[in-house]
């Protein structure tokens, strides 16, 4: 299994590496290092190694710059201490670049002698000494980090790692509080008063189990990522499987944006329309396609660096939207106009799916755990920005609700009366963010797909192109085909956040520190489990079935 993925994927193994393989399949005890003086030793820097040459190799990399947006040295944001240092993390989003030691020496070839390239071979861990060294949150990881966890896989140029308290939980909030925000009111109407109940439980029950992972990390040296989580809990099929639901989340994440560009931009220009002979498009789908279009060279950016210092500004964002909606409630006097259902039964499985996906963090929790200067802070850090984001939630659920009543429609800014400036700065608001974010999104999953091309095929950047357009453009196919953005995201929260963010975390928890695990962790774990087994499984056949009556 590991030499077939290893053939399929693009990082071109060097010879010592090619050994180092085989040794591992072979006896544990032969291939230990020369600065190691047990078995156990060897066997930790092997196991570590694992983790960085199995597919995706681009994963940590790619969440560096999808989850830590808040990285420039802006007080209260970054975690890296100049624009310089935080543009370099970007060098390997080129468009031509591949997780490769040949890549990482054309990055920095002015530095490297050809004779220091003729022997790579037998110095490997020599060269690694010319690239800037990776921060150890523990003295116990330094070794690892040297020998066996090679910045060339996973960090071209490693990113320094010592986020303040305040940037840590400016990333949590900007993970967190995204496009679910706009949906929460729907959500209340969908599922009734008491439903909202839900959305504080799941906030509970997620903050335990993103902690859960911070245990799973630190269960032994080498793991930094949600897939090297479900390698050591369930082997390299636990790494492909946790990485596929976790790229087809965000693949799902960037159907929504086009349906929601789609969707408010209609709502500005409804009268809109384009007729190309016998095809006639109305203001959603012309909406739909211009967006595409306009998203598009993002994607095909070279360095998104000056994006990800835009969609830092999510969060700046979601706050404007929620003051439009309180101003027009307030100021602009439109009122409470609904006491609203205590209960709505029939399509409670949906406000589940929709609540479950306002906490779809936990795939760029490692990566901000890891990223923090005191890691103990992490569950500090994970409660506060739970806490301000749940509020933000709450409180748009309930005045968005309370103004719209059973009126409420899947976006709220679809329901702010058209004629005000606080509906219109909203409405912009909310059509501009997701051009941020597109590409940081769909960037994972086609650098995960670029990896599985042959390398002698990436030498030119057409192949990296035309994968990118490929995605694009079949998102704006779903987007058309099913654009129901309330029930796309009530099937995305129920079908795959409640795996990423309830399911894995407590399984992977149990798996890795069996044994370890108290009378209570495991009783909490077994309860979180069947509650997100019976809420995706209800929220995914209702979603469904709701899909499928609106396509009909």
Known sequence: MKNSVSDQSFYIESEDEDERESERDGEEGNESDSSDNSSEGSQQQNRPSSYTTTWPQSYRQSM????????????????????????????????????TPEILSNLIKPLLPTHDQQQAPPQKRSSHSLLPPIPSRRSSLKKIDIDSRPSKVSHEIPLPRHSTYGQSVMNGINVLCGVGILTTP????????????????????????????????????????YPDIGQAA??????????????????????????????????LF??????????????????????????LPTVWLKDLSLLSYISAGGVVASILVVVCLFWVG????????SKGVPLNLGSLPVAIGLYGYCYSGHAVFPNIYTS?????????????????????????????????GESTLSQFTLNMPQDLVASKIALWTTVVNPFTKYALTMSPVAMCIEEL????????????????????????????????????????????????????????FL?????????LQGSLCILIIIVGVVSSTFGTISAVSKIIENLT
């Open 453 to 508: 091309i042959p390398s002698s095929h990436m030498k030119s950047p057409m192949y990296s192109i035309l994968i990118r357009t490929v995605l694009v453009f079949s998102t704006l196919f779903v987007g058309l085909t099913i654009p129901f953005f309330g029930l796309v995201m009530a099937l995305i929260g129920s079908l795959l956040t409640m795996l990423v963010t309830l399911i894995l975390p407590c399984v992977c």
């Open 64 to 99: 560096d710059m999808y989850g830590s947006l808040a990285s420039p040295n802006i007080g209260f944001l970054g975690g890296t201490p100049s624009l310089s240092k935080f543009g370099s993390s970007f060098l390997s989003s080129s468009l031509t670049r591949r997780h």
């Open 372 to 404: 923090m200067a005191k890691p103990s802070q992490y569950p500090s850090v994970l409660l506060t920005s739970f806490t301000i984001v749940t509020l933000m939630y709450g409180v748009v659920a309930v005045m968005g609700y309370s103004m719209f």
């Open 511 to 519: 798996s890795i520190l069996r044994g370890k695990v108290t009378w």
């Open 234 to 267: 369930f082997g390299t099929t636990g790494r492909f499987i946790i990485s596929i639901i976790l790229y087809v989340e965000l693949y799902a994440c960037c159907v929504e944006y086009i349906i929601l560009e789609g969707d408010n931009l209609s709502s």
């Open 186 to 225: 729907y959500a209340v109407q969908q599922g009734g008063w008491w439903g909202l109940s839900i959305l504080f439980i799941f906030s509970i029950l997620s903050l335990y189990t993103g902690i859960l992972l911070r245990d799973c990390l630190e269960s032994e040296p080498g793991l930094e990522t």
């Open 330 to 337: 307030i100021v602009d006097n439109v009122g409470i106009h």
């Open 270 to 295: 409804p009268n809109a329309h384009l007729s190309i002979g016998g095809l006639v498009l109305n203001s959603r789908h012309l909406f739909a396609v211009i967006s595409t279009l306009a998203v």
